[in-house]
């Protein structure tokens, strides 16, 4: 059970397992409408599914009758879940002998939820990871079976460590299954003590708060891409901010206003610090770098972002 590229690796890792598993259909969420033209295109899990003449379910409402029945009829004896999107339903939890088991991408108890790699980045994080456990009612509380820590290096955005993270969370499935199946394998609970929260984003999430520290800004604007993208708002209208260096200086300049302009970017005043915005999109335009944006001398130095 799975949806979008994040569980691509996880479905071949266990495709590849032809000794001990037999993966026999695919659950994911329904086609959707995607680009400006509003086609409709199916989700990546499913693509990929089908290369395998995998038989792939799509229920619009997991918990409903009907697609609680389909996938009982399967009889599996092992569900795995990689960022599938709907909540599984107790008679399909309680089904499978070896029980429901979910690639989760952070080190759990820390960032339950729907976008763990996002806040995990937007807050500052040296690392993060992937763990593999047990599927409960409650969000992401299960036993712990596996839990695999990477860097978060200076470098790293919300598409990188995706991409790093869809891949060790397929090493992850690997490793677990045969202590799995053999019943060698002993479960952790989760420290409830050290629960965090990884909502999903929101706008109020993606708006930069100038008053804040140049450091959490570049935090925020890595933590949002390639997506939804960190914005600001110039002129009263959205100002996306893609890519953009903290500079630990101090200025005796209002939060928000421009200091600098020039071909490495726009530099502004923050609560503490410089904030250089290299990468930015102006409304009704393309993604440019800041440096082409100057160029075209749309912004002047004293000019200020909303607060």
């Known amino acids: 059970m799975g949806t979008p590229d994040f569980a691509v690796p996880s479905l071949r890792a266990l495709l590849e397992q ?15 409408p995607k680009g400006r033209k509003k086609e409709l295109t199916p989700p ?20 409903s009758k009907e697609a609680t029945r389909q996938i009982l009829e399967l009889n599996p004896d092992l569900i795995v879940t990689a960022a599938y999107g709907q909540i599984l ?56 079976l596996l839990k695999r820590a990477i860097p978060i290096t200076s470098q790293d955005d919300v598409g990188t460590m995706h991409d790093k993270l869809a ?38 999430d993606e708006k930069m708060d100038w008053s804040r ?9 890595r933590g949002l891409c390639p997506w939804p993208g960190a914005f600001t708002i110039w002129k009263d ?24 302009l020039d071909t490495k970017g726009i530099a502004v005043a923050t609560g503490k610090g410089i904030l250089w915005l290299t990468e930015v999109q102006p409304a009704g335009k393309r993604r440019m770098t800041a440096g082409q944006f100057v160029n075209g001398r749309q912004m002047k130095e004293g000019e200020r972002f909303e607060v």
């Open 237 to 260: 209208k959205p100002f996306k901010v893609w890519k953009a260096v903290c500079e630990e200086k101090e200025v005796d300049r209002e939060p928000g206003t421009v200091i600098k």
């Open 167 to 204: 891949k060790l969370g397929a090493e992850c499935l690997r490793e677990v299954l045969p202590g799995l199946l053999d019943g060698t394998i002993k479960a952790i609970p989760q420290d409830e003590s050290q629960v965090t929260f990884a909502p999903n984003i929101t706008r109020e």
């Open 89 to 144: 339903p107790e008679a399909v939890l309680k089904t499978p002998a070896y029980g429901c088991i979910n690639v989760h991408a952070s080190l759990l108890p820390k960032y339950r939820g729907g976008a763990p790699i996002h806040h995990a980045i937007i807050n500052g994080e040296k690392e993060t990871g992937v763990t593999i456990m047990y599927m409960v009612k409650a969000l992401d509380a299960g036993d712990m």
């Open 44 to 63: 990546p899990v499913k693509v990929e599914a089908l290369k395998h003449g995998l038989p792939v379910f799509q229920p619009l409402k997991l918990r």
């Open 18 to 32: 032809t000794e001990r598993v037999e993966v026999i259909g695919a659950v994911t969420q329904p086609d959707r």
């Open 213 to 221: 520290s140049a450091r959490q800004l570049e935090w925020q604007v």
